[in-house]
């Protein structure tokens, strides 16, 4: 251990917190030692630091920085929890191998932070360290692993407010995580998590945005091989600086390195809401921008509105691409350009021509159709023969440019550079291009050089005439094989190439879920409408039957929660559903994530819980058809963007006449733990089979916990015999999930547990209906009656573990209580 003294404090035109140190570890401690507050860890060559600094109000961070660039802090692992403490509070590894902060006390040891790096090298008997490396990294390894891709842990994984050299920010698919930049509250003063965040967007072709929390304040332009197209100065940056950006169906990675080590450069949020790339200048002692953004009133983000273009240069910023008109003439004169432009010309379509626009930043490009091996020229023809097609450019400008990006809908964010920029093509009525010199409403100001690019008549003609073919011989297979005549339904039937142009060729990032039945993908169709596609696989338990079914259900089923069918497509041995797009995804998917879970409280769960009830009232009772879904579980309720939830899923659906009470079934299908037991055991399903689903998913929403189903295979309870317990002993309240905090009212959690408890009793007869549960719900009255005994409360017993759901398995057979249910078709 090298011993020496020193206490700094940073002075600025902010208060910089102080460093707190009096000893130094050269760059490692083994799990033998611990590092006090009045400690550190330096890297071997001297470029880092990790050690304690004291903040506002007293708070002590445990945080990395330059050794020899006063006041410039790169990573803070406790943010959000500050020490209190400093005499006996200290770092160490643990014997489960993470990396813990604790604030000890004469008394006990209270844990303030932690790597959540526990694995199994120590029941190898293998020897960790912590290692402060000379890139700024903070690893966690076995003592005689220096293989970065083996590392336990590392910080660089975990980035506050900087990003350094090697750092990478973006995306891994395949182990769904993201790595992202986060603004201190106040930069150089609190380190806690602040309101700006700066991540990449992988939808479409991605780019960067800088956010203050969900609001888009700036966008970077997506990468184009060289820079990012609304980052021009990134050229500037010297030679030493070496970009790089990665994009393909593993993940998207933007990250830098520095060939010369004498230069330190660093990129920043701060939170003044701006995003800044800092070198260090030696001879100065200070740091220099290269750039930062937004850095003028062109960076805002959408200035100029759709079929705007902003120019920093001129006066107003705003002016419309040639061929348009500002759509609110008054605001413009104002010099309020949000509304943005309107074409002066409607479009033709096979008449229509491009014009060149040079040196801008493209549109976003979060909803757009990527090719990267495509040629311009191909491009240019495939966007002509789209009518929906508005515009198109290269991915790439390398090596005199290549890739396709094509956009469906509105042109937006786009702002003109002097030079750096990117050229795109966009749609025009031909007579807007008879006469270059003309501009209605405005043009572009640079007078931009015009290319026109097309495709002869016949052509376009024959392309026509082989889609209108396609659809017509789509529509008679289908006629054909569905004795129901699915087309009497006016359902949209949409075409294979527009799907696979919406979903950008099924790109794995746009999946948003799979399971027996196959994949849904995100797309964006050609007019801008967001969708959600559910393409069902060759070998999906979800059949022909079930596909007709779903279709000739949800077609004819119209509330607000329930989600609507658009269209779907059948091509050869592809069968799809087209959906509306819900942006919060599946319930369970936020329910039972530790980290999303938070999202929900009380009132937005009691919110979910209505609104469920009312789909299932509609379903039940309102609609022209009395449906059995048979399927209501979490994953098949969907939230839109405000959180409203959406029954969706109607592939094993059943209908009733209205005067029908119960039906038998031997092919039982469904998902353990949300099946009643006279459905599961029996094949019996009504009503209040489905009443039994929803009773299940009250209580989930409740505790944030999954029910197991049948059995439990440990010592712990189903949620369901756990909330039965809890309510005869008088202690329902403690199932409520602790992330909910204190935001909820008891009288109503304790009314909707009684409620769940009431839906899920084993005995159909006994469970309300719908009608009655929503009476329930809305009540101030004192409910009753008591909830008897539910449905598979079970202790341990030796049947075969229950899975997830009946999807998994096909032709088996399990047994409850010696009581077989035989699945004859997966699901």
């Not at 102080?18 to 071997?44: A, H």
């Not at 740091?287 to 902003?310: A, H, I, L, M, R």
């Not at 055991?681 to 209040?688: E, L």
Request: glycine share 8%; proline share 3%.
């Amino acid at each position: 251990m090298r011993r020496g003294f020193f206490f700094f404090l940073f002075i600025t035109s902010l208060s910089f917190p102080t460093l707190i140190s009096t000893s130094t570890f050269i760059d490692t401690l083994s799990s033998s030692k611990i590092l006090r507050t009045n400690q550190t860890l330096e890297s071997l060559q001297g470029s880092f630091v990790l050690g304690f600094i004291s903040g506002t109000y007293s708070n002590i961070y445990l945080a990395i920085w330059y050794k020899n660039i006063p006041d410039t802090v790169v990573w803070v692992a406790n943010r959000d929890n500050p020490l209190q403490n400093s005499t006996n509070s200290f770092l160490k590894i643990t014997d489960d191998g993470n990396i813990v902060l604790l604030n000890s006390s004469s008394d006990s040891n209270n844990l303030v932070w932690s790597s959540n790096s526990s694995n199994q090298t120590n029941a190898k008997n293998q020897v960790l360290v912590l290692q402060l490396l000379d890139t700024g990294n903070l690893v966690l390894r076995e003592t005689n692993v220096n293989d970065p891709t083996k590392y336990l842990w590392q910080s660089f994984d975990y980035p506050t407010d900087t990003m350094l050299p090697t750092m990478i920010m973006g995306w891994n698919f395949d182990k769904k995580t993201e790595k992202h930049l986060t603004s201190w509250k106040i930069t150089g003063q609190d380190p806690s998590t602040g309101d700006y965040s700066y991540r990449i967007n992988f939808h479409g072709l991605p780019d960067v945005f800088l956010r203050n929390d969900d609001t888009i304040i700036y966008r970077s332009g997506p990468w184009n091989g060289e820079r990012f197209s609304g980052v021009p100065e990134m050229q500037l940056v010297t030679d030493s600086i070496v970009f790089s950006f990665s994009w393909n169906e593993h993940g998207v990675n933007y990250s830098y390195s520095i060939g010369n080590k004498s230069i330190f450069s660093r990129l920043v949020v701060n939170s003044d809401g701006h995003a800044q790339r800092l070198t260090w200048v030696q001879s100065s002692k200070t740091w220099t921008t290269f750039w930062y953004s937004p850095k003028d009133q062109c960076d805002n983000y959408k200035e100029c509105g759709p079929y705007g273009v902003c120019d920093s240069t001129a006066s107003p910023v705003c002016e419309c691409m040639k061929g348009f008109s500002p759509k609110n003439e008054q605001a413009w004169k104002l010099r309020d350009g949000s509304d943005g432009c309107v074409r002066d010309k409607d479009l033709d379509c096979e008449s229509d021509k491009f014009y060149r626009m040079e040196n801008v930043k493209l549109p976003e490009t979060t909803s757009v159709f990527v090719n990267t091996t495509m040629e311009i020229d191909e491009c240019g023809k495939l966007c002509h023969g789209n009518c929906s097609c508005t515009a198109y450019a290269n991915v790439y400008v390398t090596n005199g440019g290549s890739g396709c990006v094509m956009w469906f809908g509105e042109l937006n964010d786009i702002r003109n550079f002097s030079d750096g920029g990117q050229d795109i093509f966009v749609r025009l009525a031909a007579s807007e291009l008879l006469d270059n010199s003309s501009s209605s409403g405005g043009s572009h100001k640079k007078n931009p050089k015009v290319e026109i690019i097309g495709i002869t008549i016949s052509v376009a003609a024959v392309i026509v005439l082989g889609l209108c073919i396609l659809l017509y011989k789509k529509r008679k297979l289908l006629s054909h094989r569905n004795t129901d005549n699915m087309d009497e339904l006016d359902l949209p039937m949409f075409d294979f190439n527009s799907i696979t142009i919406a979903t950008n060729n099924f790109l794995e990032a746009n999946k948003l879920g799979h399971g027996g039945f196959g994949s849904v993908y995100k797309g964006m169709l050609a007019e801008g409408q967001e969708i959600a596609v559910k393409r069902l696989s060759e070998t999906s338990g979800q059949g022909n039957e079930e596909f007709k079914n779903e279709i000739k259900l949800i077609a004819k089923l119209q509330h607000r929660n329930l989600v609507r069918l658009l269209g779907c497509c059948i091509d050869k041995d592809e069968k799809l559903l087209v959906y509306e797009y819900m942006e919060n995804r599946s319930l369970d998917s936020i329910l039972f994530d530790k980290a999303r879970k938070p999202l929900l409280d009380w009132k937005k769960r009691f919110y979910i819980i209505c609104g469920i009830a009312r789909g299932l009232l509609y379903l039940h009772h309102d609609s022209r058809l009395r449906i059995i879904h048979r399927d209501l579980k979490a994953s098949n309720i969907l939230l839109d963007g405000e959180m409203n939830p959406k029954i969706s899923d109607f592939g094993m659906a059943r209908i009733f006449a209205h005067d029908q009470i119960e039906a038998k079934t031997s092919r039982v299908v469904g998902t353990y733990g949300y099946m009643s037991p006279e459905y599961a055991m029996d094949g019996n399903f009504s009503v209040k089979s489905d009443v039994f689903s929803f009773g299940v998913i009250v209580l989930e929403i409740i505790s944030g916990k999954k029910n197991r189903g049948f059995c439990y295979t440990n010592e712990d309870m189903n949620l369901l015999k756990n909330a039965w317990g809890q309510w005869r002993e008088g202690n329902a309240i403690e199932l409520i999930d602790s992330s909910i905090g204190d935001s909820y009212t008891e009288s109503e959690v304790l009314r909707c547990i009684h409620v769940g408890l009431l839906c899920v009793q084993e005995r159909a007869e006994d469970r309300p209906t719908m009608p009655l549960v929503l009476l329930m719900l809305g009540s101030d009255d004192a409910l009753k009656p008591e909830p008897r005994s539910p449905g598979f409360s079970l202790g341990r017993s030796n049947n075969p573990p229950e899975t997830d759901s009946s999807s998994s398995k096909q032709d088996e057979s399990w047994s409850v209580n010696k009581v077989t249910v035989t699945l004859l078709d997966a699901r």
